[in-house]
């Protein structure tokens, strides 16, 4: 069964605390994608990576951090310069290409303790 | 500035009564338009992509329509399974990079009632 898993569903930050949230896709895309969803707002754009090793800012990177160190794997690192970090957290994939469609992943919610 | 959207920003409807949904978007470059379907605390199922005005797709009750400013999605006798927020999407080329930007709009919530 080919898709996008996010690990974990739920995670809990203490105040200045780095966590990692985990996103891996078996569908062979090159591209991948972090996003944020808060209550009422768009998806916002963190991090995307359109190859291996190889990442660009979106339009909220600030207080985040990302490698992509295999095709697999687009791992999110939450750190502590991110102020507010409470949110829903979306990882997606795609072919490279005009027009191709994004795939998402289950999401992971990050609460702050 | 490019922008996305959505109306009605929530929508309720009883079982079996038609309506639509908007998505309207101010983006030059447009390479597609995408509709998402999302249920609570969960990540967004793909639904339809649309590429050129003039253009329609259909899944079960869902219908999904293009002109040059805006989307519609139909819904055709909702039932209850297909409350959901509904979320839409546009992509275009990216003027500076190569990436191609997907810029999403705030979604509709949707309510069907038995």
């Known amino acids: 069964d080919g898709g996008i898993t996010q690990s974990p569903k739920y995670l809990f930050r203490k105040e200045g605390q780095n966590v990692t949230l985990s996103c891996e896709q078996n569908?062979?895309?090159?591209?991948m994608y972090w996003y944020r969803q808060d209550p009422g707002q768009g998806l916002r754009l963190i991090y995307y990576s359109q190859i291996v090793n190889d990442f660009q800012k979106g339009d909220i990177a600030e207080g985040y951090s990302v490698s992509r160190e295999k095709k697999e794997s687009f791992p999110l690192t939450v750190t502590s310069a991110q102020k507010n970090p409470t949110a829903f957290y979306l990882c997606a994939s795609r072919n490279r290409g005009l027009g191709e469609t994004q795939y998402f992943g289950p999401g992971t919610r990050l609460l702050v303790l | 500035e490019d922008q996305v959207t959505q109306s009605p920003e929530a929508l309720r409807l009883q079982e079996g009564e038609s309506s639509s949904l908007n998505c309207s978007y101010t983006?030059?470059?447009?390479?597609?338009l995408f509709w998402y379907r999302q249920d609570p605390g969960k990540g967004p199922e793909f639904l339809f992509t649309l590429y050129s005005a003039g253009e329609e797709k259909e899944k079960e009750r869902l219908k999904a329509t293009l002109t040059k400013k805006e989307s519609f999605l139909h819904i055709t006798a909702p039932k209850p399974e297909d409350s959901a927020t509904y979320l839409c999407?546009?992509?275009?080329?990216?003027?500076?990079?190569?990436?191609?930007?997907?810029?999403f709009g705030p979604g509709t919530s949707l309510s069907v009632i038995p």
């Open positions: 999407a546009v992509q275009k080329v990216g003027m500076k990079t190569s990436y191609d930007k997907v810029i």
């Open positions: 569908l062979n895309h090159d591209a």
């Open positions: 983006v030059s470059g447009l390479r597609g």
